[in-house]
């Protein structure tokens, strides 16, 4: 897959790194559509907070479930969903049908 990586300050790129797989009962795979960095990736992209290693940036996005365990019935293939960098490491829910966050995809 392609992602985001900082390699050091003021220097990303775009690499291909390794392809994830699920490894739980309640891990999804999803298609980003648009993704964002806050302010704490501009504090590791200035150089602010060293970094010891290349990491991969962006974990608020926009995206489209495309694969997801038997264990997690709240989300089905297709959905549209937001992770908020407050959540980006908990639990998703999906758009509501007044969202139109996904339209333009």
């Known amino acids: ?3 985001v990586v900082f390699h050091k300050p003021i220097r990303v790129s775009v690499d291909a790194v390794e392809d994830l797989e699920i490894e739980k009962n309640d891990d999804v795979f999803f298609k980003s559509t648009s993704t964002a960095i806050c302010g704490f990736d501009l504090h590791i992209l200035n150089g602010f907070i060293p970094q010891t290693k290349p990491i991969i940036m962006g974990y608020e996005f926009v995206g489209i479930l ?3 365990k038997n264990t997690v019935t709240h989300l089905k293939v297709g959905d549209c969903i937001v992770v908020p960098s407050p959540i980006a490491y908990g639990h998703v829910l999906p758009l509501t ?9």
Request: proline share 0%.
């Open 66 to 68: 495309e694969e997801i």
């Open 1 to 3: 897959m392609k992602a």
């Open 97 to 105: 049908n007044t969202s139109r966050a996904c339209d333009k995809f």
